[in-house]
């Protein structure tokens, strides 16, 4: 069943993540730094506070999805239809350009710095190995999606803890992979940033690289 309140719910929960979460890089690089422990707390404390707080205000609405990676699966599992999974994921992304949007217009030269917030490629940590970006990617939106599911589809998940769980598994995410990755778990978040930026690098290096490496 279509459900335009629940696309619209799905697009400013988004434009709350992609605003708040490269909001935190680009504030991050104002004081200087490059990449220290401080700035990846700062930068993960400020995505899992994000989720949190959409998932608390919308999940009422639409479920907050607020990810392709969280629709398709419900897709897949029938949690929702294939019409109204299009229609999440086309308002996710849309969500998710106007807040990459928003941010260039507001901090156009700091927030170039940064590329509004776009993630990066595998990094010199793990020898900017395209295979082992795409594992580490891989391992962390499985434990991100079934934390979901655990948490707030399951009938005998425990109420009201779905928002605090989530956001902190997001929040752990970013905290191990940030300097791994980038942490790139939602592709959402990594195509607006990347759409109003132009740097499409981490997508060439996970997705596009990879698939040519195995051709």
């Given at each position: 069943m279509v459900n335009p309140r629940a696309y619209l719910a799905e697009a400013i929960a988004t434009y709350g993540l992609v605003f708040f979460g490269p909001l935190s890089v680009?504030?991050?690089?104002?004081?200087?730094?490059?990449?220290?422990?401080?700035?990846?707390?700062?930068?993960?404390l400020a995505h899992g506070g994000a989720i949190a707080l959409m998932i608390y205000a919308f999940g009422h609405v639409s479920g907050a999805h607020i990810n392709p990676a969280v629709t398709i699966p419900m897709m897949i599992?029938?949690?929702?239809?294939?019409t109204d999974g299009i229609g999440y994921i086309i308002s996710q992304?849309?969500?998710?350009v106007a807040a990459a949007a928003t941010l260039?217009?507001?901090?156009?030269?700091?927030?170039?710095?940064?590329?509004?917030?776009?993630?990066?490629?595998?990094?010199?940590?793990?020898?900017?190995?395209?295979?082992?970006?795409f594992a580490i990617e891989a391992v962390l939106t499985f434990f991100l999606?079934?934390?979901?599911?655990?948490?707030?589809?399951?009938?005998?998940?425990?109420?009201?803890w779905?928002?605090?769980?989530?956001?902190?598994?997001?929040?752990?995410?970013?905290?191990?992979?940030?300097?791994?990755?980038?942490?790139?778990?939602?592709?959402?978040?990594?195509?607006?940033?990347?759409l109003i930026s132009g740097f499409w690098?981490?997508?060439?290096?996970?997705?596009?690289?990879?698939?040519?490496?195995?051709a």
């Open positions: 680009i504030v991050a690089v104002s004081f200087g730094e490059v990449l220290t422990t401080q700035s990846v707390l700062f930068i993960a599992t029938r949690k929702i239809g294939i992304l849309i969500g998710a260039k217009a507001i901090l156009p030269e700091l927030g170039a710095k940064v590329n509004f917030g776009t993630q990066g490629g595998p990094s010199d940590l793990i020898n900017k190995s395209v295979e082992s970006g999606v079934l934390v979901i599911f655990m948490t707030a589809v399951h009938k005998k998940a425990s109420p009201g779905h928002g605090f769980t989530i956001g902190g598994m997001v929040f752990l995410i970013h905290l191990v992979a940030i300097p791994l990755t980038g942490a790139s778990v939602n592709p959402a978040r990594t195509f607006g940033p990347a690098e981490f997508l060439n290096y996970v997705y596009v690289k990879k698939a040519e490496k195995e």
